[in-house]
């Protein structure tokens, strides 16, 4: 990556070659991302915020099948079995898909990427030669039953069990309790024929942990086979073409051959076998098939974003009101308290989408790779989990930033917001729960960080803790904040926001901060579990901490992957164009945390300032760009709801 | 207000008498709640999630029947109308309704509040004798029809025009485009009878500014009348249960009469007289019946933030995940996480409580009295702008962080979250929208403050600018951080946290900063207009600091009224738990924006990290009456949604 320095000056940035912005934006998937938006331009596929529930589960599942008809939703698959094997290439129609019904988005998710991809990363050839090509073709739709009413996050304590018989060579499948049936699962209240189940597996009579088999659901006629039985999740808070059930076992016995067991089998004569031998990693290996939802509900989330993006800048833009005596009333988007609400949201969902690329291509060369790429490996499940969080939280709060920024005709069903809000409000809880996903994310860095010590000498490893010692003595003392703010506030005539432009100074200030808040969470664990203290109660103390850390490191991965972008775009204007909207985002993420930058002494308050006022003038730069950079995410005029149609009818004064 | 003194220790604090706390969070209308919280308890009274749109509004129509038939709803009204003149109590009713269905509040708020209010306070005798007892029994249903698809925010530019016919002694009321036609109107497009309309005053040909008119707008059976067109918003992204509907006049002929005339009348022959000589005043003279309904808003949204969070706190006390190995699953309420999102939210709902009842004082004082409170009048008028946006922004956001605690059970429809989250989103932009409204507040607190500069005489004048530049100096040339810090840092023992439990030093925190940020913004906006600048681009410009001094503003009043209140508190258990939940708001607000605090040399970085820890403790000293603080809000069983019954289904391990 190269240094790119921005000048200090407010300058305008001259208007920029939309269709360059677009290339960019789209990458290598372009052509799958337009086939996607070719589909979601036909009014038949917009999406109808009005139709009554059951109604909206048959269009849904309707639409479902013309996707796998068309072959859309084959292409992540190996070939030999359908598919083509772009894996990169169908997170991308998947994240084109989620301009559109969400429920679609998610009964796709469900079908294609969960039962799917458990199918595919959890099962071996038998059952990718039975199951594939009839899942990929939707001519078996299936389940995903791994959440249940009393274990959602804390998968490792499920209750349904699956008990070897040796005798008949089949599996028991039991829900002991109603705690342990399973819950909020897509597929089953209507459509599922067969769900990947997790259960404890138990062999001998001996309890070997959560594995994963196929279990039949219902017949060829739909209706629920015996020992089953389903109950409707009913209407939901959104996402209610998803038909989500509750399932409970009594006892259902299905054929040995129906254990996934990619990593783990059962003998015809009963007896276990695993090449991981630690039944803790063999459990998360197999958890790591959640890898490419987490994924995926990322890139949605960004993509829903972007559409409440471009609806409430599209409404700035012609909603006029008040305005200097006697002249025309001025509109929304020349307001600042205006453009803070939309711009810094803006520039962060452009850094999100190059850092979604960055991690999709990782996806894509850890699940496609034959070589065991275990760092690669953890460093994406880092990556899925933190990103995850931070941009479907990023999604929740910018829709309702930009529904109340619309006003009443925000309000209004017609015009996406309450879908939008309504659907994207479980994304910060399914896939894994956010806050549960950052202390994973951080778990694994701090993993990471141990093997780094451990690497390290012993004398590398005391100067490593002596540095540390010393930035803490350097902040106890203030003598670093005070040295520096005399250094900015005696120096004559030095321009505070001149440095705050450098990408590297911007890169230097957010790495500082993942790293020293990594160091201190490690050194706090470490502290409380030497001084005897129980570790779980450690952990809780340290939570808060954890997830600072997590954050921090998504923050500052997400910066690096927008300035690698940016550095690979081809064309000037759009490079300069994105350099400020990079500037934007990296500066309005320094804002938001400026108490912890200056408790650290890496801003004095003289600099913080110049951070607030860095960013109001890069919202004044950007805001003659504002249409030009949600025009280029390309999203189709039927995901955008009446709300072009309303602020049209907005009248000057 | 006594300076109360907590101590710095992680105190534990007894269990608390909650009769005694609910007695001090009732106040003087008790009785009133009790009597609400009693029919909201009648089973066929609870909301129900899953009416169709048609039935939802026969149902909440039934509904505000119903309570008019008992009287309720005529309680805020002149004895002499058949009400009893209880403001106050009327507004402690309806915060009380906001424990249930929120279409029933709004219709209400519609018809007993914005058109009876309308009626009321503009009207005069004649107005109020022939129609406030059919008004608030019901009997007349009606609408505010002053929002226009145009305008909005700015009611000063409305389009619809009502011109005096001498001739006729009538007024013809006309749409004269889309953009003027009457929008989002409550009960427009099923149940209006009449509305209160909002138009251009035009007599003899000379414009006179937005006056309000009673217009009829359907006969006895309901049949819309000649002239008038009223199309149906549709489905809304919430409160279904509320009609909202758009209006066209065609000419629409009405009695001279039937302008309310308060404050200004039209005689016979077409002469315009009013008490009030500039136009603009008389507008806002005008708009402020308006602040009975964003009060009335301000005390919903409080009511429906603290559902969300007895039903949140409910689900993190059964619902069990993760632990130490081998032992049981630990309730959600034990992590601090998760102590994190729910305890200074519930801290602040607490702080909003005591601040809304002290504006409900208010508000009952300046509308009861026959004085004439100009002063008071402004002030609360400011008041209640800021703590309605500061109240239902706090909804917004508390309500979402509640549904993410709640996990997936949380999405389901039985549980209260989808009706919260839907039908409080629009609080925060109908009623003034709160981006208007804390502009409205800054715009008043810089009046008092030009007003306050007026009464210095000059030497007192150069004295004040005197002690602002002194400032600015102090904290430019960062010597102020700089003696703190090396008086924190050097003197050994010092125990930062403790003086952070003073509320002596919480509230000087709290009032340095809205002094500071007010003093700052007034000079900025005087040195841009002296400097020759146009008035509506140094306002432009200056956007973001006014909003700051008005939340700033609220910030501090709030923590005063919440101190006041405990002060009042005769028991001493339920003062010792008010205290910390008090120390809690106050300094999890400092904390949010201790970035500000350290810019200006009030927080050095040491103090801003114990600022953290102290909430960080807090939590801890809070958690074990997480409970009894939810409880203590006395809501009905009926408004808590299906929550329980699922949160019992949580297992332990």
């Given at each position: ?59 849904v599942l309707?639409?479902a099948?013309?996707l796998a008809?068309?072959?859309e939703t084959a292409r992540g698959f190996p070939?030999?079995f359908?598919g083509?094997?772009?894996v990169?290439?169908a997170i991308?129609g998947f994240e084109?898909l989620g301009?559109?019904?969400l429920s679609l988005l998610v009964k796709c998710g469900v079908q294609f990427g969960l039962f799917g991809g458990a199918v595919l990363h959890l099962g071996?050839?038998?059952h990718h030669?039975?199951y594939l090509?009839d899942i990929t073709s939707l001519r078996l739709p299936g389940c995903f039953a791994m959440t249940e009413?009393?274990h959602g996050s804390?998968v490792?304590?499920l209750?349904t ?21 399973k819950d909020y699962i897509g597929n089953a209240a209507r459509d599922g024929r067969m769900a990947a189940v997790f259960a ?10 959560v594995h994963a088999l196929l279990v039949p659901l ?15 999740c009913?209407?939901k808070?959104?996402l209610?073409g998803v038909d989500n059930g509750r399932i ?10 129906n254990?996934l067991?990619r990593y ?19 459990f998360f290996t197999m958890l790591g098939t959640l890898i490419q939802g987490r994924v995926s509900v990322c890139g949605a989330s ?58 999709v291509?990782?996806l894509?060369?850890?699940f ?13 499940e880092?990556?899925a989990a933190?990103?995850k969080?931070?941009?479907t ?30 659907d994207?409000?479980v994304f910060?809880t399914f896939e894994g729960d956010?806050?549960?996903l ?216």
């Open positions: 990556m190269t240094a790119t320095t921005a000048s200090s000056v407010p300058e305008s940035v001259p208007t920029v070659d939309l269709a360059a912005l677009r290339t960019l934006l789209d990458g290598e998937h372009a052509e799958i991302r337009d086939r996607c938006r070719a589909w979601l331009s036909e009014p038949e596929n917009a999406p109808r915020p009005d139709l009554p529930l059951e109604e909206h589960r048959a269009q309707g639409w099948r013309e008809d068309a072959g070939e030999e359908g083509r094997g772009q990169g290439g991308a084109t301009f559109g019904d071996t050839r038998k030669e039975s090509s009413t009393g804390n490792q304590q209750g069990t699956a008990t070897y018989d040796a005798a008949t060579s089949e599996f028991l499948i039991s829900t002991p309790d109603d705690a342990a049936r404890q597996l138990i062999v001998g009579g001996e309890p070997r942990g219902r017949d060829d006629d739909n209706n629920v086979l015996p020992g089953i039985r389903i109950e409707d009913g209407a808070l959104g209610d409970w076992f009594d006892d259902v016995r299905v054929p040995r051959d254990l067991d783990a089998t059962v003998s015809e004569n009963g007896v276990y076998e695993s090449a991981i031998e630690n039944p803790t990693k063999r960004i993509s829903a974003t972007k559409v409440a993006l471009a609806i409430a800048v599209g409404h700035a833009e012609s909603r006029r009101q008040f305005g200097p005596p006697g002249e025309d009333e001025v509109v929304l988007m020349d307001y600042r308290t205006h453009q803070r609400r939309l711009l810094p949201a803006l520039a962060k969902v452009y850094a999100l989408h190059f850092a979604q690329e960055d991690v291509a990782r894509h060369r850890v496609t790779s034959d070589e065991d790429l275990d760092r690669e490996r953890r460093e994406l880092t990556l933190g990103l969080a931070v941009a939280w990023h999604a929740t709060a910018t829709i309702q930033e930009c529904r109340e920024a619309c006003g009443g005709m925000g309000y209004l069903k017609g015009n996406r917001f309450a879908a939008l809000k309504a994207t409000d910060t956010n806050t549960v950052l202390q994973l994310a951080a778990k694994n860095l701090l993993t990471d960080f141990r093997d780094q010590l451990g690497e390290l000498d012993p004398l590398g490893t005391a100067s490593f803790f002596a540095g540390q010692v010393f930035e803490t003595v350097a902040e106890r003392s203030a003598m670093r904040e005070v040295l520096t703010r005399l250094a900015d506030d005696l120096l004559p005539g030095r321009d505070d926001q001149e440095d705050l432009a450098s990408r590297e100074v911007q890169l230097e200030l957010l790495r500082w901060r993942s790293n020293h808040i990594r160091s201190g969470v490690a050194r706090r664990l470490k502290g409380g579990i030497d001084g005897g203290r129980e570790p779980f109660a450690v952990l809780l103390d340290c939570q808060d901490h954890l997830i600072a850390a997590a954050r921090a490191y998504v923050d500052c991965f997400v910066l690096e992957s927008f300035a690698v972008a940016i550095d690979r775009c081809p064309d000037p204007g759009a490079r300069m164009l994105l350099d400020r909207v990079c500037d934007l985002y990296a500066l309005s993420t320094i804002e938001a945390d400026r108490g912890w930058f200056q408790e650290h002494g890496r801003l004095s308050s003289t600099r913080s300032k110049a951070v607030i006022k860095a960013v109001n003038t890069l919202c004044a730069t950007l805001r003659p760009h504002a249409t030009g950079l949600v025009e280029a995410f390309g999203i189709p005029e039927t995901s955008l709801g009446d709300a072009a149609a309303v602020a049209g009818a907005a009248p000057r004064a």
